[in-house]
């Protein structure tokens, strides 16, 4: 039976089996929007999913989670409109390289580009990739970040961590909009009654307008007559607790990086982690710098999350991934999610083509393998 998970505005989806390349989709409901994390083999994506990305992010530029961007640029330069990347420090390189190795000498004024942003510990590195001009790079410019935050909309924000995989890459955090919600026995404190005044409130929290003022319908001895909406929330709200999605792939468990991870919240509500390595090629997992099982038992120990989805196994383990999960050992309250082997489809072999052909002038049609 498919799992519901908790999210109030999200449906997260993994496009890849348990040896793809990682390929993670968060959809916003509301919107119909969607937000990629990673971006290796992912021919197999319907074009109606590619067209409703507005953000990608990207842990490191290692081919199997960065080679797809070629095939996301094919799937968006032909509309007018930018998406946005985020990725490690030089990120920016590697896009245009990447870019530069396609001819563009058909580019039309109409096409769409990438504002890209190369993620440090206090500040991102932003570049304009313009596909009218070929996809040429603009200038850089430095913004800072909010202590990680690196993205946000109406229903969500992202935050980024710097992790050690012989390189720097990113691990995220995504975190929903906690839900609105009001104290009912606080409002009639102050002397208040519900009513459409709660509404007008909803709209400004949710649309992050907390400066702006909220009539009520008596003046309320603390507040006034007409609060600012964040501080009239602060009085009489109870948002709820906000779900989160930890997203962490290629990086080795040292002592530096597990610090780091620390840093996340202490319960997520998915965590979406690698675990390239059974148990018994630990030493193997500590060269390359990647995890085991051992090292995922150490990380859900200290995260408790709701759900984990194992991914990223080693295809030095194929037919053995049944193996991956009899070695965790998620705590109490913890659910694992399981991937099918692979999702991606078959690779086609020749004698899988067929052409198909006429007699000259019409008249009965043919069937020839190659």
């Known amino acids: ?133 070929g996809f040429a790079a603009g200038p850089v410019e430095s913004r800072m970040h909010d202590d990680g935050w690196i993205y946000r909309n109406t229903y969500l924000r992202v935050r980024a961590l710097i992790l050690d995989h012989k390189i720097p890459v990113l691990g995220f955090c995504l975190e929903e909009r906690p839900g609105f919600g009001v ?74 990086n597990f610090e780091r991870l620390c840093q996340l919240p202490v319960r997520p509500t998915l965590l979406v982690c690698e675990c390239a390595f059974l148990r018994e090629e630990k030493e193997q997992a500590r060269r390359s710098m990647h995890l085991c099982t051992e090292d995922l038992n150490l990380l859900l120990d200290r995260l408790r999350p709701d759900f984990v989805l194992p991914m990223h196994l080693s295809k030095a383990f194929l037919g053995r991934s049944a193996e991956l999960y009899a070695e965790l050992e998620p705590p109490s309250g913890t659910q694992v999610l399981r991937l099918p082997d692979y999702c991606s489809p078959r690779p086609l072999l020749a004698d899988d083509v067929q052409w198909r052909c006429s007699r000259t002038g019409g008249g009965e049609e043919r069937t020839w393998d190659c």
């Open 1 to 133: 039976m498919p799992v519901r998970l908790p999210f109030r505005y999200l449906k997260p989806v993994f496009f890849g089996g348990l040896f793809d390349d990682p390929l993670l989709y968060v959809k916003i409901r509301p919107s119909g929007r969607g937000l990629l994390f990673d971006a290796g083999k992912m021919q197999h994506v319907a074009k109606r999913v590619l067209k409703s990305l507005d953000v990608v992010f990207v842990s490191h530029a290692h081919m199997d989670h960065f080679m797809g961007l070629a095939a996301l640029t094919r799937s968006m330069h032909v509309s007018s409109r930018q998406l946005r990347l985020y990725g490690p420090p030089g990120i920016l390189d590697r896009l245009y390289h990447l870019l530069a190795a396609f001819d563009w000498n058909l580019a039309e004024d109409w096409w769409g580009s990438w504002l890209a942003h190369a993620v440090g510990e206090r500040a991102m590195k932003v570049c304009h990739f313009d596909g009218r001009t």
């Open 183 to 256: 104290d009912l026995e606080e409002i009639r404190r102050l002397g208040l009654s519900p009513g459409a005044w709660i509404d007008t409130l909803r709209l400004l929290v949710r649309e992050g307008r907390l400066d702006q003022p909220v009539e009520l319908p008596a003046v309320a001895a603390t507040l006034g007559p007409a609060p600012t909406a964040g501080r009239l929330y602060r009085a009489i709200g109870v948002p709820g607790r906000p779900a989160s999605l930890v997203y962490l792939t290629d990086f080795g468990m040292t002592e530096a």
